[in-house]
């Protein structure tokens, strides 16, 4: 099947729109890519919808400004999927699906709650292409974390390259998260804590800039290792996997920031997501021997370097660097994983989400 993937990640970037061919086992083929960056007033009503998603308790409820970023997601992510088409002289009849993750605003699990805006029946309707959504609601109907949901794609991606095992594939978005593949049946997978939500968060607030373009301001600063073990005493990074973490369950209101200098703060912050992923490593079966970095952390040169020192002598590649899509592959994950909902297979596992059996997932929307 062709199918376009659609990811709007907690980073609040921008939309990723990604073809791929796929039987929901194997990937057959990559397609072309686009990418749709939000506008800062667009991020600001995203930023607005997750400060008054906090208080919900219902996942189909839109209060307020939440009406207006559900129809802002649905919006921009048709632009990315027309895009996409038109510029690659795609017609639309010759996708057979499209995988709307949407644009969560509220993970908590342990209240079997998660919330992700997007319309997809508007989305199927506009673009004429059968939708799939809701890929998280019945994982956390049963008891799962509802996260991550990548990880039977990333074993499947991880076929096509050769790389000693076990390998991790680390995805560094607003929240980290890992895949552990050994080639056993099923993949093991966990967030590791905060990604570059923090950073971004920080950045933003001190200097106006959106990230720390290359990680240049945290390459000037000195990690502060008292604050960094004092945010990691908290039991979430002793927990083993599965687990995983609303965008804002470490934001700074949570975890009193000091008044760093710029250099320092995105310095430290970075090292806690460095020190985040190397805490998971006792928690698997064994350490990986190779890692590949993707999302918008791929980019950051520093922590690229960080990571490397931390995780060595395993080898750290980013996703580019062994042929893949560093900033697509999230998108392309949710096109296997739409295949994978047409063919009526599993998308979560006991060892990925702490489901109680493997779970389909996934709600279907026709034109």
């Excluded at 199918?3 to 990640?9: H, K, N």
């Excluded at 990604?18 to 083929?29: H, K, N, V, W, Y």
């Excluded at 996409?84 to 795609?90: A, F, G, Q, T």
């Excluded at 506009?126 to 008891?143: K, M, T």
Aim: hydrophobic residues 45%; negative net charge.
């Amino acid at each position: 099947m062709r199918a376009i993937g659609l990811m709007s990640g907690t980073s609040l970037d921008g939309v990723d729109a990604a073809l791929i061919g796929t039987d929901g086992e194997r990937i057959e083929s990559f397609g072309p890519t686009f990418y749709r960056p939000y506008s800062e007033p667009e991020r600001a009503l995203l930023r607005r919808a997750l400060s008054e998603a906090v208080p919900l308790t219902e996942r189909t409820a839109r209060p307020g400004v939440l009406a207006e970023a559900e129809t802002l997601v649905t919006r921009t992510h048709a632009e990315a999927v027309e895009r996409l088409i038109s510029e690659n002289n795609i017609s639309p009849e010759d996708i057979d699906v499209v995988g709307f993750h949407g644009q969560t605003v509220l993970h908590r699990p342990q209240n079997k709650l998660t919330i992700q805006i997007g319309d997809g029946p508007s989305l199927a309707k506009r673009l004429g292409i059968q939708v799939v959504q809701n890929f998280r609601a019945a994982d956390v109907a049963a008891g799962g974390q509802g996260a991550p949901l990548v990880p039977v794609f990333h074993r499947a991606i991880v076929s096509t390259i050769e790389r000693p095992h076990p390998v991790a594939v680390l995805n560094i978005g607003g929240v980290a998260n890992v895949t552990f593949v050994d080639g056993g049946p099923d993949p093991i997978a966990s967030d590791t804590g905060p990604g570059n939500a923090l950073i971004d968060d920080f950045m933003r607030a001190r200097t106006g800039a959106p990230y720390d373009d290359n990680g240049d301001a945290a390459a000037g600063g000195k990690p502060d290792e008292a604050f960094i073990a004092r945010v990691l005493n908290d039991a979430f990074f002793d927990k083993p996997p599965p687990k995983s973490l609303d965008r804002n369950a470490f934001a700074f209101a949570n975890i009193g920031l000091p008044g760093f200098s710029v250099a320092d703060g995105a310095a430290t912050l970075s090292a806690l997501t460095v020190t985040a992923v190397a805490r998971i490593v006792p928690h698997l079966p064994e350490p990986p021997r190779a890692w590949i970095v993707a999302g918008g952390g791929a980019r950051n040169r520093t922590l690229m370097r960080m990571l490397a020192a931390r995780l060595a002598p395993a080898t750290v590649e980013t996703a580019e660097e062994v042929g893949w899509s560093a900033d697509a592959l999230e998108a392309q994950a949710f096109a296997f994983l739409a295949v994978r909902c047409l063919r009526d297979l599993p998308i979560t596992f006991p060892t990925t989400s702490g489901a109680p059996k493997p779970m389909r997932g996934g709600v279907v929307a026709r034109p």
